[in-house]
């Protein structure tokens, strides 16, 4: 028999036990009626982003089918839908290009192989709780990063709405490409591209109030109903390239989609390109983690419900490892169809698993339809979906607010235009932590006075507060580290300097400081020694718990000229001389 602590453990790695037991009538009801909005949905989408991946447009459908099913197993959101996404769709075709792959079995198998790679990476990340490594992406850097590959991936899918041939990994390679073949331009391709283009723009912007206030549908059921629109789109294009036998006028179409199950098994893997796909995993893995985390915890919040960030990393990994073994490639949660997964009335994990049953008998049954479908429609819905994306607004934002914050975003975008995504993201971490580094190695440090008739104590420079001329309080608003540590040193001693003569006692105040590490240490204990050669004793105040553990594993407070206050108002009141008091003004 299960002890009760097995069992916690089982539920813990297996959500679905804790969700599976309660599961009713009116969550089968709304995760059904999710399951069949979210599956028509992403019929086309999934199309979509595999031909974006460099991929046969049926390894989109079989990446969004044993993923559902994997993360309803693993998962602990209710509403997030996993499968391809646009960002990692043009990261796999950026990682897979410089391969030099010859034909479209040894794309398909290294795509494949990249999913495997990043699901061993989320897994094993889950299995280690190293949720935390997604702040080492900063929210600007996400968002440059985001913004600039949605700009790619727009200007990507130019080519198929002009129906010429195009290449390029960046911005002006894929620029110069287009520009070489405008000559060539198939104006049938572009009529229905321009169609498809004008269309969904409708839906977007005034099909959900159309719904709403000619129809009567709630504006629920009218928004939900938008965001399917591309599904019109796709059937409405199809009917036209079938009925003017577009193909025959040069319009590329998807052609034959094979009908049937997804391959099972593990991708033929060339040991050789291991090496090359380790780093574009490691991207992929911590770019896909960050956006899946930040859509479940967004929905989450919406319905007063909690999310495991160290469950999600099993849960992904577990739908990318489901992906690789299924002739997929790498998958991740996306923001539109969980906002329409919510919207629709999913209710718990389940409705993933639905809309992967949807999935198969559209994978078995339906493909046969798609052979009309202009790669111009697909493309358009790319360019609909990826626009959202785009925020330029964050520049001027970051501007106003942080030039360090600028520097990262301006950076990120511009790389990965110019370069490419891995360079970009990339060089966005690096600058972020660079940054992080240079910021926190110079410390603000205030000198600090009482407000009159309070126990509180505020900057000299900004307020009218009590001081003392014998004594000298200086706040340290930064942990010490030894990035750190010679310059608080350096500011302290300099600020003792100009009052030298009046000065007896110096008083560090460490509301803010939440660790001290060894430098750090050693900068205090030689400004202490220094202090006392001048006849000034040194103080702290308001030491935290955890530091003051720390230091009582030390022999510095044995060598500490003066005391450890509780608070520093018991340090002015204790050390404050016996002549009159000066008052400061800002």
């Known amino acids: 028999m299960s002890s009760p602590l097995s069992r916690i453990d089982l539920k813990s790695l297996f959500p679905i036990l804790d969700w599976g037991r309660r599961y009713d009538r009116p969550d089968f009801t709304g995760d059904m009626t999710a399951a069949v909005i979210v599956t028509i949905m992403l019929i086309p989408q999934s199309l979509a982003y595999a031909l974006l991946a460099g991929l046969p447009a049926e390894v989109g459908l079989y990446a969004s089918i044993l993923p559902l099913v994997a993360y309803a197993i693993f998962g602990t959101s209710r509403a997030l839908a996993v499968g391809p996404v646009a960002v990692v769709s043009l990261m796999s075709a950026s990682a897979l290009a410089p391969l030099g792959l010859d034909t479209v079995a040894e794309f398909t198998a290294a795509a494949a192989v990249l999913a495997l790679l990043s699901g061993l990476m989320l897994a094993t990340m889950g299995a280690l709780r190293l949720g935390v490594v997604a702040n080492l992406l900063s929210h600007p850097v996400i968002a440059g990063f985001i913004t600039a590959s949605g700009l790619l991936i727009a200007v990507s899918q130019m080519k198929h709405l002009l129906g010429i041939p195009a290449h390029g990994h960046n911005l002006p390679e894929i620029l110069l490409s287009l520009g070489q073949g405008l000559g060539q331009v198939n104006f049938w391709t572009l009529g229905v591209g321009a169609l498809a283009l004008g269309f969904l723009i409708w839906v977007r912007r005034h099909m959900a109030n159309v719904l709403h206030q000619k129809v009567g549908l709630s504006k629920g059921a009218a928004g939900t109903a938008a965001r ?74 919406k319905r007063r419900q909690k999310i495991d960030p160290n469950q999600e990393l099993k849960a992904l990994g ?8 299924s002739g997929g490639y790498s998958v991740t949660g996306g923001f539109a169809r969980s906002v329409v997964n919510f919207d629709a009335g999913a209710r718990t994990p389940a409705a993933g698993a639905f809309t992967a049953v949807g999935l198969t008998f559209a994978a078995m049954f339906l493909t046969p339809l798609l052979y009309f479908l202009p790669k111009a429609t697909l493309a358009a819905t790319i360019i609909i979906a990826v626009l959202s994306l785009v925020d330029l607004k ?104 100009e009052g030298r003569d009046e000065i007896k006692h110096v008083v560090l105040m460490c509301s803010a400081v939440n660790e001290i590490d060894l430098s750090a240490l ?20 308001e030491v935290k718990g955890p530091v003051m553990d720390r230091l009582k594993r030390s022999h510095f407070l044995d060598a500490l000229s003066g005391q450890i206050f509780l608070s520093q108002n018991e340090a002015f009141e204790t050390l404050s001389a016996a002549q009159p008091r000066d008052k400061i003004s800002a």
Do not use: C
Request: hydrophobic share 50%; charged share 15%.
């Open 228 to 301: 399917v629109g591309p599904v019109f789109a796709v059937i409405g294009t199809i009917v036209l390239s079938w009925a003017l036998n577009l193909p025959e006028m040069g319009v590329s179409v998807v052609g034959e989609v094979p009908t049937g199950l997804p391959p099972i098994g593990l991708p033929m893997i060339d040991w050789a390109l291991v090496p090359a796909l380790i780093g574009p995993a490691a991207l992929i893995t911590i770019i896909g983690y960050v956006e899946s985390v930040s859509v479940a915890q967004t929905l989450a919040a």
């Open 318 to 325: 577990a739908a990318n490892l489901a992906s690789a073994l």
């Open 394 to 497: 964050i520049l001027k934002t970051a501007w106003t607010y942080s030039k360090a914050d600028f520097a990262a975003v301006l950076t990120t975008i511009l790389l990965t235009l110019l370069v490419g995504v891995e360079t970009g993201v990339a060089a966005g971490v690096l600058v972020s932590l660079l940054l992080f580094v240079w910021k926190t190695s110079r410390p603000h440090v205030a000198e600090v006075g009482q407000v009159p008739g309070t126990e509180h104590f505020r900057n000299i420079h900004r307020h009218n507060v009590v001081t003392d001329p014998s004594l000298v309080t200086l706040r340290i608003d930064e942990s010490l580290y030894f990035a750190n540590a010679r310059r608080m040193e350096d500011l302290i001693l300099a600020r003792v300097h």
């Open 522 to 541: 050693e900068s205090l204990e030689e400004m202490n020694q220094r202090l006392s050669d001048m006849g000034i004793q040194l103080h702290m105040s």
